[in-house]
């Protein structure tokens, strides 16, 4: 298959045009969703839609307990679904949390997810990957800006850009704990990294990414096209964003803890290859080779 994004090939950076659009139709028609025609516009211009309060509050507490029993578990736990601060033991991520954990399960199949993702995706979908990122007060470390397209085509093999996420808020997020910062436009190019990925590189990466990384001039670039956009809002809102959309978030040094679960739907008609590192796969609780659908 062609590579249309290569990337941690060659010795110097470069910004790629995005070549797959943003909205996924037939013959030219949005699909119809419980998205409007004005967010569906919003999403295309800026690779990213805020939805406050999609959740109720009940609905929250619920998940909020959920969180607070897996945190628990994985506090002792060795399974390589838990991921840890690069600087301490703290939990930083639980991976696979759509296979393993029945709420969330059940959340992946939530029809006001699904439902907006096949309308923008244009068709079916799978669950690519799920994780809790539990940036807790005091100790919650930062995610440097990236693609998260750049790594799983590279290491996962997702050919084209044709996947989105949600990142569903499960405490208030604020401007100042450590809330995901996004730079609207940016998903309309891609940036080319250098540095080539070394083997089992996900073992290192998911505490502190080092390859896959954009250069400062790139996100410079970026920057002052679009500015840099940071959504806040009420535990159970939604940010839902386009998968090529350049991303990152602060440490969390305040109080108030900071927990999101994302859920990484693909579409069925982008099924991954083998990784366009030429390495092996990453394991199937990072990235999910079985594309079964998401249940009605």
Not at 4 to 33: C, F, M, W
Not at 219 to 245: D, H, R, Y
């Amino acid at each position: 298959m062609e590579d249309l994004y290569p990337s941690r090939i060659n010795s110097e950076p470069t910004v790629i045009e995005r070549k797959d659009p943003i909205l996924h139709s037939d013959a030219g028609q949005l699909s119809p969703g419980p998205l409007t025609i004005e967010q569906l516009k919003s999403f295309d211009s800026n690779g990213f839609l805020f939805l406050p309060n999609l959740f109720s509050d009940q609905e929250v507490k619920n998940m909020q307990s959920e969180l607070d029993g897996l945190w628990e578990e994985a506090s002792s736990s060795t399974r390589p679904e838990v991921i840890r601060e690069p600087q301490s033991d703290k939990v930083r991520s639980i991976f696979a949390v759509h296979r393993d954990d029945p709420m969330f399960s059940a959340l992946a199949r939530d029809s006001r997810l699904q439902s907006a993702v096949e309308q923008i995706l244009g068709s079916e979908v799978y669950v690519h990957q799920s994780r809790i990122n539990y940036k807790q007060g005091f100790n919650g470390k930062e995610f440097y800006w990236h693609s998260d397209f750049e790594t799983w085509h590279v290491e996962d093999g997702m050919p084209r850009m044709r996947a989105v996420s949600f990142s569903i808020l499960l405490d208030d997020n604020y401007e100042y704990n450590g809330p995901l910062m996004l730079i609207p436009g940016s998903h309309k190019y891609f940036v080319s990294c250098v540095g080539r990925t070394p083997e089992n590189h996900y073992k290192d990466s998911l505490r502190k990414q080092e390859y896959g990384v954009p250069d400062h001039e790139s996100l410079t670039w970026l920057a002052k096209q679009g500015g840099i956009s940071v959504p806040t809002g009420p535990a159970g809102s939604v940010l839902m964003f386009e998968c090529n959309t350049m991303h990152g978030s602060n440490s969390n040094i305040t109080p108030f803890s900071r927990r999101n679960v994302f859920m990484v739907y693909n579409s069925v008609s982008n099924a991954l290859v083998k990784p366009f590192s030429g390495q092996a796969p990453r394991p199937e609780h990072i990235a999910t080779r079985q594309s079964s659908l998401v249940n009605k």
